[in-house]
């Protein structure tokens, strides 16, 4: 009689780990900024830590072509993305051009001659071991002069309009537009919307000194903070010269709208 065989048990000498994926990175600004250069080109890859987080999220994928070259394309995914982030653009500057507009209007009922989106050059002073004074060109959301013949009495004014609190933040990390801005104005005036949940996106202590801070309040514009009246003789020759090529912003006082309102066009 032959005896069974003894079962024998194998215990494996290593354990194969299962690994969790990792999470998807966290995409932003610059990762749209890339995959629309992606998509409006022809897809060569840059190979930087952009691109790979693009890939880990399913923005891009690589295609390879018959002779063996690599180029990226922009996924479903990704052009879902890509309109989702155009959505929230578009609604933000609505807003800000909204917001713009406001305190345009109030300028021109304030009787001042006012421009919007102008290009200016400004001065800067001279870099730190330098002794030439520099130069750069400022694009301030409002600029407002008095009404006036006497070009002492001008009283120039900068409103800059902010709407979203990290472009606030990102402004108030470059002194040199700011020290332009008061360059170009008498007065200089940070502009401050509202959030979501409708509050301001920054506070008065967050701007500096040097300039006024103005808050929306159930539509109306608040003062925050006076700007500090910088006095000047007059505007440099640039300054004018692109005020006389740039058209101003229109506006009528109620009272002669409400005369042309009762005229008779077809007379």
Request: proline fraction near 6%.
């Amino acid at each position: 009689m032959i005896a069974d065989s003894p079962t024998l048990t194998l215990t494996p000498l290593l354990t194969t780990a299962v690994l969790e994926p990792a999470p998807l990175p966290l995409l932003g600004r610059p990762h749209a900024r890339r995959l629309r250069e992606i998509y409006r080109s022809a897809g060569w890859p840059c190979q930087d830590m952009v691109e790979v987080e693009l890939l880990a999220g399913q923005m891009l994928e690589r295609v390879a072509s018959p002779a063996g070259h690599v180029t990226l394309r922009v996924t479903d995914a990704g052009i879902a993305w890509l309109a989702a982030t155009l959505a929230v653009n578009r609604s933000a500057l609505s807003a800000h051009e909204a917001l713009v507009g406001q305190v345009a209007c109030e300028m021109v009922r304030s009787g001042r001659i006012t421009w919007r989106g102008l290009s200016l050059r400004a001065q800067l002073p001279a870099a730190e071991g330098q002794d030439k004074v520099r130069w750069c060109m400022v694009r301030p959301d409002v600029f407002s002069i008095r009404n006036t013949t006497v070009e002492t009495y001008v009283e120039p004014i900068v409103h800059e309009i902010k709407v979203k609190r990290s472009d606030l933040l990102g402004d108030l990390r470059r002194p040199d537009k700011r020290t332009a801005y008061l360059d170009l104005g008498g007065e200089c005036w940070y502009v401050l919307g509202c959030d979501a949940k409708g509050r301001p996106i920054g506070t008065v202590d967050e701007v500096p000194a040097q300039c006024g801070v103005m808050f929306m309040e159930n539509g109306r514009l608040v003062v925050g903070r006076s700007a500090p009246r910088r006095s000047r003789q007059s505007l440099p020759l640039g300054v004018w010269m692109a005020l006389a090529k740039a058209t101003p912003v229109s506006g009528l006082s109620e009272g002669v709208q409400g005369l042309l309102g009762d005229c008779d066009l077809a007379d």
